[in-house]
């Protein structure tokens, strides 16, 4: 969803957020409203909020209004925010901050991206990516692990295997395409993700 759009509700407690949630998939909700959501539009829950993201800002702002007129009519009350998906940052900002355009600001935005990066390392004590060298030998895992360290960066060695997280996906690849071109052709170089955090996520998606 690299130019997606986001209606973000936000109510007082869960209990409210379940119920809109059902009136939003009920049998009987009103074709007119249905029509206007538009069959791309989709919902999510994440306690006591509410998402409804759609393909473009003109969809959701439509879709804010129909929103609006059911909470309305359930007599319940909700802050609403239009948001847009920021890729580089990995950010849902308001919909009025427009996409990075030029090489500088695209710049910033991963800049701000890495810092947040790491200071949820910092804080987890884990990354959310790795880069794992499996060696020839054990002499050239040993190697490979202090030329790492060397950079600043803080690997771990298991036998022949080295492990080293990095902040983002495109500095595991980075990563990966070097040590791939260094070291020796029977050397096995990937990264790999770590899921934990969507595993654990609450979030549930509801088609209409």
């Known amino acids: 969803m690299d130019e997606g759009f986001r209606v973000?509700?936000?109510?007082?407690?869960?209990?409210?957020?379940?119920?809109?949630r059902e009136r939003l998939r009920a049998v009987d909700l009103d074709d007119?409203?249905?029509?206007?959501?538009?069959?791309?539009a989709m919902?999510?829950?994440?306690?006591?909020?509410?998402?409804?993201y759609t393909p473009?800002?003109?969809?959701?702002?439509?879709?804010?209004?129909?929103?609006?007129?059911?909470?309305?009519?359930?007599?319940?009350a909700a802050d609403f925010r239009v948001t847009r998906?920021?890729?580089?940052?990995e950010e849902w900002k308001d919909a009025g901050v427009p996409l990075p355009a030029t090489p500088a600001e695209?710049?910033?935005?991963?800049?701000?991206?890495?810092?947040?990066?790491?200071?949820?390392?910092?804080?987890?004590g884990a990354f959310d990516w790795y880069v794992v060298a499996h060696l020839p030998g054990r002499g050239a895992a040993e190697a490979l692990e202090e030329e790492l360290?060397?950079?600043?960066?803080?690997?771990?060695?298991?036998?022949?295997?080295?492990?080293?997280?990095?902040?983002t996906e495109e500095r595991a690849q980075e990563l990966v395409e070097r040590l791939r071109a260094e070291l020796p052709d029977d050397a096995d170089v990937r990264f790999e993700v770590d899921l934990s955090d969507v595993t654990r996520s609450p979030l549930q998606f509801l088609p209409f």
Request: proline share 4%; hydrophobic share 35%; glycine share 6%.
């Open 149 to 167: 360290r060397a950079e600043g960066l803080a690997p771990h060695r298991r036998w022949r295997y080295v492990t080293v997280g990095v902040l």
């Open 43 to 52: 919902v999510s829950r994440d306690g006591p909020k509410l998402f409804v």
């Open 106 to 124: 695209q710049e910033a935005e991963y800049a701000t991206r890495e810092a947040a990066e790491a200071e949820e390392a910092k804080r987890e």
């Open 32 to 40: 007119q409203a249905r029509e206007r959501l538009g069959p791309a």
């Open 56 to 76: 473009s800002e003109a969809a959701a702002r439509e879709a804010e209004r129909v929103v609006r007129d059911l909470v309305s009519e359930d007599e319940l």
């Open 8 to 20: 973000e509700v936000s109510f007082d407690d869960e209990e409210h957020g379940t119920s809109l």
């Open 85 to 89: 998906w920021h890729p580089i940052e």
